[in-house]
């Protein structure tokens, strides 16, 4: 691994396996006459997000130093202002098929099928504040607050997204704008029905925070064949109803030194766990009944020495549409606590370690261009050191030394790896 060349590796997968080049070289490109050639722009972004370069003037800079002299041949190359300009010319719904494919092709290659919580596909959805502005230059294409008082403005832009929940990677498989005027809520509506329609059964479970304690959310995942896992806080009804079966009763199930992951070891965080479990709760105008788990957990952290170091309890609640005989009370609970870590967090990984939160325009087609750039190379990126890398273990290795390998790669390729006419082998 220390002296193969990954970036050229990585493109010779992605090609063969994903036919990249093929793909990009169909997406429409509205403007006349370009001098830089969409795909150039595109791959450019790409192996940049792969490489640590994670804005358009850093792209642009590692281009006039001659970083990418050996990668394309005979193509101009562009400036961060092309990039942009590119982006706000490329034809989204090309952009997205091409997100669509690769999660399609990985699903049928099955190098997501170790990707399960106790043998279920779990999709996590999540809204994100990805950045804000005191610009007016967001103006209407974004969600305007009020602060101090009203003594100064912002505008932030903000995203939903869905990815897998389970062992090794979590691959994203949707980034779309809340647009200005919608609620995080609406936008999570579309987003199941545009899963549904572009991932047909990709998933057993979608599992979602408390903000989506909500009848039309919940409804609108039944009615697209979807079970749903919820967390529910203290002001909702159904706890007080929860309460009022469970109080002064022994707990329905009790587990000690659980480990919310799958993996073997005697170190670090473990919970002990008391779970109430109560079905058939007709709730709000949801189409079907839910079932509400009480779960009073016990967090241990554990030293080498097997002493318990730190120790705190807590009380949290969980509602989904699965009955007892469907869904076992602990993966329910696994589902829910490994969707809210935030060491496996896609949002969290993205914008610290791929700047994900920079603003790279006011626009709103480029932001979600880039959205669909991001989602392309971060899964391609996952997939090349997950699925094909035979020597990576994500236990010992880390991620982020990728980042410094591909740009190594980049500098040091001593053959062209695209220009106009060749083949994608």
């Known amino acids: 691994m220390k002296t193969k060349n990954h970036t050229l590796s990585c493109y010779q997968y992605c090609n063969r396996v994903y036919d990249l080049i093929q793909k990009l070289e169909q ?11 969409l795909p150039t722009v595109i791959l450019v972004n790409l192996f940049s997000l792969m490489s ?15 970083d990418f002299d050996e990668f394309f041949e005979n193509t101009n190359l562009p400036s961060a202002d092309t990039i942009s300009y590119a982006l706000k010319h490329a034809n989204l719904d090309d952009l997205r098929q091409i997100a669509v494919d690769t999660i399609q092709k990985a699903r049928y290659n099955k190098s997501l099928n170790a990707n399960t919580i106790d043998g279920l596909k779990v999709v996590a959805i999540d809204g994100s504040n990805v950045f804000s502005m005191e610009s007016e230059r967001l103006g209407k294409n974004a969600h305007k607050y009020e602060h101090n008082e009203g003594k100064s403005i912002k505008y932030h832009e903000k995203m939903i997204a869905a990815s897998y929940v389970g062992e090794g990677f979590a691959p994203i498989l949707k980034m779309e704008r809340i647009e200005a005027g919608e609620g995080e809520l609406t936008a999570a509506k579309k987003l199941v029905r545009s899963l549904n329609r572009d991932h047909h059964q990709y998933c057993d479970v979608i599992v979602v925070d408390s903000l989506y304690i909500n009848a039309p959310f919940i409804n609108t995942c039944i009615r697209n064949n979807k079970d749903v896992v919820v967390r529910v806080k203290q002001e909702n009804n159904l706890i007080k109803d929860a309460e009022g079966l469970t109080k002064n009763r022994k707990p329905d199930h009790i587990y000690e030194g659980i480990n919310p992951g799958d993996e073997e070891r005697t170190t670090g965080t473990f919970y002990d766990l008391k779970i109430w479990d109560e079905e058939n709760f007709n709730w709000s105008d949801v189409d079907k009944p839910l079932r509400v788990l009480k779960v009073e957990e016990r967090k241990k952290v554990v030293n080498k020495d097997r002493e318990i170091v730190k120790e705190e309890t807590t009380t949290h609640y969980f509602a989904t549409t699965m009955e007892k005989i469907q869904l076992k009370a602990l993966t329910a609970w696994k589902i829910a606590h490994r969707r809210w870590d935030e060491e496996n967090s896609v949002f969290h990984w993205l914008k610290t370690h791929w700047n994900f939160d920079h603003v790279f325009s006011s626009d709103p087609h480029v932001i979600q261009a880039m959205y669909y750039v991001y989602l392309i190379a971060y899964n391609l990126f996952h997939l090349y050191i997950y699925r094909n890398l035979r020597t990576f273990d994500f236990k010992k290795d880390t991620k982020k030394i990728f980042l410094r390998r ?11 790896l695209y220009y106009p006419g060749a083949s994608s082998g």
């Open 406 to 416: 591909f740009y190594r790669g980049i500098i040091r390729l001593n053959e062209p």
């Open 52 to 66: 640590g370069l994670h804005n358009f003037k850093t792209m642009e800079e590692a281009i006039n130093d001659g």
């Open 27 to 37: 997406i429409e490109d509205k403007r006349v006459h370009p001098s830089v050639k």
